[in-house]
């Protein structure tokens, strides 16, 4: 079992950048996929990125192709989101997700951080 810490969110102007990140810890957890998820109000809960346990394979969602950047560093068991040129429909509490199986349209695998809040508002 892979456990799973997120920081980094709060509130930003639209325009803005915030970076998110996920701690994980548990047994090998460098050899999961990882990735983060987001909510809205109101909506389901949708992929927002997805690195495999060795960087080879970043996915993105369309939504956010060209802003944000996933990245991993194994060496400190850590995952990052870097979030550029944020818009209000941004704003969802994001997740960190590790799963053994790179099948993120399953959203129910595989272990989950408590999730943060990132709210985009001028």
């Known amino acids: 079992q892979v456990q799973l810490v997120e920081s980094g969110g709060g509130l930003v102007q639209p325009g803005g950048s915030l970076r998110l990140s996920c701690a994980a810890s548990?047994?090998?957890?460098?050899?999961?996929?990882m990735g983060w998820y987001r909510q809205a109000p109101g909506k389901q809960r949708e992929l927002v990125a997805a690195i495999s346990s060795r960087s080879a394979t970043r996915n993105y969602a369309d939504s956010v192709k060209g802003r944000f950047t996933i990245s991993r560093d194994n060496g400190k068991n850590t995952m990052s989101l870097q979030m550029n040129s944020l818009k209000t429909e941004d704003t969802a509490v994001y997740y960190c997700?590790?799963?053994?199986?790179?099948?993120?349209?399953?959203?129910?695998?595989?272990?989950w951080g408590q999730g943060i809040q990132v709210t985009v508002s001028s």
């Open positions: 997700n590790a799963r053994p199986n790179w099948n993120w349209d399953k959203i129910e695998i595989g272990s």
């Open positions: 548990g047994s090998m957890s460098s050899y999961y996929h």
